[in-house]
Each structure stands twice: as C-alpha cells, then as structure tokens.
C-alpha cells in the first residue's frame, strides 16, 4: 500500500530538526512536494538540502517566526506562489516551558500562547481557504501528552496542548463538510534537541545531572528507550496517507502508552 502522497503539497512549521525535520524527510520519500518554515534560517537551509540530496524531493524553506501574523501569512502565499495548492498542514513549531504558576511570568505564558496556541490556530486559518479550493485536504497538529496528562512541571506546555486538543476537535467538526480533517498527535519524550532543552531544565529543578534525568526517561519507558523523530514522523505519514481518510478529530498518543488516561 502507498501513502498516496505523490504529489501532494505539504506545508511544515518548525521543520529544521528534530520531529519537524523528520516529518518533512518522511514526507519527501513518499514523493510530496514540501514547503518548510523554521526560524533558523541557516539550520532550515541545511535541513531542507539534505532531504533534497536523499529524496529529490522538490523543497521550499521560507524562514518564519510563528509567533508572528505576517510571517504566517507570507511563508503561506510563498509556498501558494510556487505550487499553486496546499493539501496538508502540519503543524510543528513549538517550545518548551518547565516549572508551576510561581516559576512561570507573565511573559513565557504570553510567549508560548503565541507561538504553539496562536501560530498554530493562524497557520490552520491561512491554509483552509486554499484546501477549500482544493475540494479538500489534511491538518495535522503535534501537540504532546501534557495536553492530556496534567503535570506541575509541564504546567504551560499541558495548558496550551490541552487548548489545542480542544481546537483539534472543534476544528474537525467545523470542517468536516469540507472533506478537510484534522487530527492531532501527542509525542511523549522524544529524543529532539527541545528534550535535551527539558532535561536540563529540570535538571537544574531536580538538582540532579542531566544524564540522571534522561536516564531516568529511559527507565519509565516500557521498551527501554525513548522515542526518536522518526517514531513520531511514521505516525504523522499515517495521518496524512489515504489510509487514513476517514479518521477525523481524533488525537494519538505517540508514548509508548505511558499516559494513564483515557
């Protein structure tokens, strides 16, 4: 089976490393058409090259800060400009906050509401216009397990990803006459260059090494090891892929079933 994917136009957010860069490479290899956005311009170039040189996959970077309308809007009519549709969002870029409400300024809340909860809600605004046009297409949002699972530490990324499971699934319903789903999916720990951020921070909270806290990760995975990109990205390809087509709202852990919740 193919992921029918040939073809298709696939607009990326924060795809210079990590579960955006392999989404974006497992995108490629099934033969889609990408149009990348990261704000590092010197790590997207590098990014988007190298999944050029391995699929020869036709690759647009636009340098873009989600937290900003205008960058939205223009990384959206660039990629429009040059392939003239939009079939599947996936919305990627996002940060990390560690700490409880006294830990947490004005500032980060107003920072990461901008950049995941906003930006993500922008970029799904821009695009459905155009897959309307299109007679259709797929949003993917990576949100993450603190959505699901309250946790102290994780206290603004668990609100901003439980606001976005509620978007993913008002969203579908508002959507669904338009034959354009949108689902989500949760990574739990990730083996990303943002875990590695994570660690640290709570590193710095646990008063324990770094390699502590990973190994400590480790240990609570039932498989013995935390997951990589590539995880993540097989589960996203299947979202995206005709074998998926009708599968609307809906959210999938992507944990090794380490979330107790139902």
Known sequence: MTAGLQGKVVLITGASKGIGKAIALAMATEG???ALCARDEDQLKLA??????????????????????????RFVNVAVKKFNRIDILVNNAGGAHIGGILNTTDEDWEYHIQLKLLGYMRMA???????????GGKIINIVGTAGKEPNVLFMVPGVTNGALLNFTKSLSKE????????NAVNPGTTNTPLTEETF???ATILQKTQEEVRESAVN?????????PEDVAKVVLFLASDASNLINGISINADDGKVLGV
């Open 32 to 34: 889609a058409r990408l």
């Open 48 to 73: 988007a090259n190298e999944i050029q040189v391995h699929t020869k996959a036709d690759v647009l970077s636009v340098k873009a800060n989600m937290t900003k309308l205008n960058d939205i809007s």
């Open 125 to 135: 605004r821009e695009v459905i216009p155009h897959m309307k046009t299109n007679g």
């Open 175 to 182: 959507l669904e006459g338009d034959s354009i789903s949108v």
């Open 200 to 202: 640290k921070s709570l």
């Open 220 to 228: 609570l995975s039932p498989r013995g090891r935390i997951a990589s």
